[in-house]
Each structure stands twice: as structure tokens, then as C-alpha cells.
């Protein structure tokens, strides 16, 4: 870290700490900056160590953050400056052009997101604004922002004045300690429903009880073609609740992952939970597992203290978790329930998976790796059966090992190298016994299986590499539909 002495004019000038990771990068800042009339650099620093230690000594009037540190983004960072330092304005500038990027960084407590791309001149005034207590958006990203996120980035510039330096409005969007969410979080959960016409009534009705006082609440029902009378009660939840609940009627049954899939792309909270529509999920257990998403991880899932399922569902539930393990490259002692929390970064990503049998855990192990695990009741059915048969478990392992891994295809290229080797060791052993006197030759039988093992092992060597080829065709071509919505009943446009 190094300190610099701004320059003496006859106005103070606005003091600038510079967080990013590149010395090169830091230096351009620096040399950009001091060439203005009213602005300065006061410090530096690559990101790592003391940066709030830092900060509180030098007093800047604004941190200036690189959002990607040392492979991993500012969020975290982000949020700690806003705990220690609320009154302090922070501008993120980013090599990203992805929207959600920005998203992201304003719901972190950021006041401001520029990219690097930008003119000089945009740098500076995003500068400027930030500091002059203003939200800023840069020009880009505000051309391909929704008209939510223009809304809610007005309503931060109406709440952001140069009076606010003192001490910072009740309503305007400040990070919480790590471990609490904010207060104006929003929190949307994705239910998929079938055949629960006696369950999810409830079930929505004690979730918006428990969770409406501390979050903005979104409860997104997908009926994955129930025959029941599951679809109406969706559907009535959604006319006594049109501002909270959301209805999706699938056309015909998909299954419970592409249901999930089809709520994702509807869920508009920072985060999103998915849970069963059976109670199994106490909704008093939403907290325990937004508290620790709020630590920094994309996915949280569940841990069971005693799982309540039937003795095949929880034997295929261990065979399930043992071959994601390999098939996957899962943490062995992760288990992937369905009873998670994902942040609003995976959830952007999850839904860029087109494939027609989405598996949304596999699409989480291939995005990230900053997994939580928490501990939770599961409780006993409240009514009717599972809808998971044998044969749907059987579908499910299927569908994780072919869609989502090359592992049956590298399996049998594995199975070849070993028939090639054996086939090898055998062939060489029968060309020795012709070779050396006094050793007993081979048989008829001994020399055609050396040629068999040695040239079926070639076959399927050659087997498992074109079958590589046309497994990953596979996987980027097959454009199947994940899911057919029939309707869908929304209070957003």
C-alpha cells in the first residue's frame, strides 16, 4: 500500500482510495485522477489485507473498487466497507458488461458500476457523481437495464444528496454485517406444486405469516400438471395474494427439476429458495438459510438432522449423492437436497441452461464451488404420497449421469485402455515364448486371445474418444423444450 500527498489548491480536493489488483491498472487511476482540478488519489491497494484498517486512517471521501480480486468479486469487500464505513460512497469499476454484474454489485451496498471500457472522461464524472452522493449507472449497462432496475436505481439517486454525508437516510440500500440480510431484502421461493391441493394452501399461507415482516416476499407456484385441484388453488392464492404470489401452470407433467426451472426464470428476488410443497420444508427454516447465504455463498444447502422419507428413498437418496460424487465431482460430504437457497448471480446462470432435462444441481457444481451447509428439521409428510417412484429415481441418476457428464463414455475408453494393456502384456508374453528356446509355445488358443484382447481394446479406446466427440455435440445441440407454460398468472409485466 502506498500513500500520496494530493496536490494543494485553493478548494480541498476529494480524496480518492483506489482498491484494485493490477499495479498498472492502480497507476493509470492515479495519473488520471491528480490531473483534475478537485479530485486526488489519497492511497492504494491490490485488495488483500487491511483494506477497512486503510480506509479509516486516510478518511477518503471515495473507494474506487475493482469488482473481480484475486479470482473472486468485491461483494464481499463491498459490504464490509459499508458496515465499518456506512457514510463513505463506493464506485465499482468493472471489465464486465453483463448487467447482473451490476445488479449485483448495487444490491452489495455499492453507490455506483462503471466499466473500464468507458471513456476517461465517464470515469472521471462517475467519480464525481458517487462522491457528490449520487447514484451512477454506466451508460451501457443503463441502455440494456430493465425498467425495474432503472426504478430502483432512480429511487437510490433520489435518496443519495450531498446532504446525506452526515449521516446516510433509514431508506437508502446500505449493506448489512456479513451474516444478516438487509432489511429491504427480496426474497423470492420457487414451490414446485403436484398434486397438493391439500398442502400448498397452507403451506403459502405460513410462509407469507412467517417471512412477509422481514423480507419483500415472492412466492412463485409451478404446477407441473397436476390432476388434482392443485392448479385452482395456485391460481386462488394468486388472486387473494396478487402482489405476493405468482402462478405457473405447466402443460403437461415435465418433472420437478424443469418445474423448478420454469419458476427460476420467473423469480425476481436477490435470492431464491426451492422447497417441496409438502411441509416436509418447515418455512421456519427459511431464516437459518438466508442468514448463512448472506456470508457469501452462491448455493446454501440443507443437512437433515433425520430424514423422514421411506427406506427406498433414502437408500436411493445415498446411492444418488454417491454417484453425483463421481459422475459430478460433488464434495463427498455435500449432500444436494432439494431444499437450497441460491443467490441471484446463480440463479442468472442457471437459467442459461437451454438442455431439455435440466439438472439443477449439476448446473451449481459446474457454476461455483462457494457452497454452504446448514442443518434443518424434516418433517414428516403432512398429506398424500410422494410423487418420486422407483422408476423416476431411476430416470433422475440417468438423466445426471448422461446430460450433465461424459462419465459412462470415459468409463468404457477407462475399460479399453485396460483391455489394450492387458492385451499387450499377453501379446508380449506369447511373442517371447516363440522367440526364446526352451520356453512351451503358445496354443492356437493363447495366441488368438492375445490378438482379441489387444485389438478390442484398440475398438473401444477408439470407441470412447468418438464417443467423447458426439457427447459433447450432444450436449450443446439437443434443444429439446425444458418446459411448456399453458398460463401464467403475474402482477409484473
Given at each position: ?187 423470492s421461493i420457487v414451490i414446485p406444486v403436484y398434486n397438493s391441493e391439500a398442502t400448498v394452501g397452507r403451506l403459502c399461507e405460513q410462509l407469507l405469516q412467517e417471512l412477509s415482516p422481514s423480507y419483500q416476499l415472492q412466492l412463485v407456484l409451478v404446477d407441473d400438471n397436476s390432476s388434482d385441484r392443485s392448479a385452482e388453488v395456485c391460481r386462488q392464492l394468486h388472486e387473494r395474494y396478487p402482489e405476493r404470489v405468482d402462478c405457473i401452470v405447466l402443460s403437461r407433467n415435465f418433472g420437478e427439476h424443469n418445474a ?150 470415459r468409463l468404457l475408453g477407462a475399460l479399453g485402455v485396460i483391455m489394450l494393456l492387458l492385451g499387450t502384456c499377453f501379446g508380449l508374453y506369447t511373442l517371447i515364448a516363440l522367440l526364446v528356446p526352451g520356453l512351451q509355445d503358445p496354443d492356437s488358443l493363447e495366441r488368438l486371445s492375445a490378438t482379441n484382447w489387444f485389438f478390442r481394446g484398440i475398438t473401444l479406446v477408439a470407441v470412447g474418444i468418438v464417443g467423447e466427440y458426439v457427447g459433447r455435440i450432444y450436449m450443446h445441440l439437443n434443444r429439446d423444450p ?12
Amino acid at each position: 500500500m502506498t500513500t500520496l500527498e494530493p496536490a494543494v489548491a485553493e478548494r480541498p480536493r476529494k480524496k480518492v482510495f483506489l482498491v484494485d489488483d493490477h499495479p498498472l491498472v492502480r497507476m493509470g487511476l492515479t495519473n488520471i485522477i491528480n490531473q483534475e482540478p478537485d479530485l486526488a488519489v489519497c492511497g492504494e491497494t491490490d485488495g488483500e489485507g487491511q483494506v477497512v484498517q486503510l480506509v479509516q486512517g486516510l478518511q477518503p471521501d471515495i473507494a474506487v473498487v475493482d469488482w473481480s480480486l484475486k479470482d473472486k468479486d468485491a461483494t464481499g469487500l463491498i459490504a464490509t466497507l459499508r458496515q465499518h464505513l456506512p457514510q463513505m460512497p463506493v464506485l465499482v469499476l468493472s471489465m464486465h458488461e453483463e448487467l447482473f454484474y451490476a445488479e449485483r454489485a448495487l444490491r452489495a451496498g455499492a453507490d455506483g458500476f462503471i466499466m473500464k471500457q468507458e471513456a476517461t472522461e465517464k470515469i472521471i464524472e462517475a467519480v464525481r457523481t458517487v462522491c457528490a452522493g449520487r447514484a451512477y449507472l454506466s451508460g451501457r449497462m443503463a441502455q440494456v437495464a430493465n425498467a425495474e432496475t432503472r426504478e430502483w436505481l432512480e429511487e437510490r439517486r433520489g435518496q443519495h444528496t450531498a446532504a446525506d454525508v452526515a449521516a446516510p437516510p433509514a431508506g437508502r440500500a446500505t449493506a448489512a454485517p456479513q451474516g444478516q440480510p438487509k432489511g429491504n431484502l427480496r426474497l423470492s421461493i420457487v414451490i414446485p406444486v403436484y398434486n397438493s391441493e391439500a398442502t400448498v394452501g397452507r403451506l403459502c399461507e405460513q410462509l407469507l405469516q412467517e417471512l412477509s415482516p422481514s423480507y419483500q416476499l415472492q412466492l412463485v407456484l409451478v404446477d407441473d400438471n397436476s390432476s388434482d385441484r392443485s392448479a385452482e388453488v395456485c391460481r386462488q392464492l394468486h388472486e387473494r395474494y396478487p402482489e405476493r404470489v405468482d402462478c405457473i401452470v405447466l402443460s403437461r407433467n415435465f418433472g420437478e427439476h424443469n418445474a423448478v426451472m420454469a419458476g427460476l426464470n420467473c423469480a425476481d428476488g436477490d435470492y431464491c429458495v426451492i422447497m417441496d410443497d409438502d411441509f416436509q420444508n418447515p418455512p421456519s427454516e427459511v431464516r437459518k438459510l438466508v442468514a448463512e447465504v448472506a456470508l457469501g455463498h452462491d448455493v446454501v444447502y440443507v443437512r437433515y438432522e433425520a430424514k423422514r422419507h421411506a427406506t427406498y428413498r433414502n437408500l436411493g437418496s445415498r446411492l444418488h449423492n454417491w454417484m453425483a460424487t463421481r459422475a459430478l465431482g460433488k464434495p463427498a460430504e455435500l449432500y444436494l437436497s432439494s431444499f437450497k437457497i441460491i443467490s441471484r448471480f446463480l440463479m442468472q446462470e442457471i437459467v442459461r441452461y437451454t438442455g431439455p432435462d435440466p439438472y439443477i444441481d449439476a448446473i451449481i457444481l459446474r457454476t461455483t464451488r462457494k457452497i454452504g451447509v446448514v442443518s434443518t428439521r424434516h418433517e414428516p409428510r403432512h398429506d398424500g404420497k410422494s410423487g418420486y417412484t422407483l422408476r423416476k429415481l431411476v430416470a433422475l441418476w440417468g438423466n445426471m449421469i448422461v446430460s450433465f457428464s461424459l462419465f459412462p463414455l470415459r468409463l468404457l475408453g477407462a475399460l479399453g485402455v485396460i483391455m489394450l494393456l492387458l492385451g499387450t502384456c499377453f501379446g508380449l508374453y506369447t511373442l517371447i515364448a516363440l522367440l526364446v528356446p526352451g520356453l512351451q509355445d503358445p496354443d492356437s488358443l493363447e495366441r488368438l486371445s492375445a490378438t482379441n484382447w489387444f485389438f478390442r481394446g484398440i475398438t473401444l479406446v477408439a470407441v470412447g474418444i468418438v464417443g467423447e466427440y458426439v457427447g459433447r455435440i450432444y450436449m450443446h445441440l439437443n434443444r429439446d423444450p425444458q418446459f411448456i407454460i399453458r398460463s401464467i398468472t403475474r402482477h409484473r409485466t
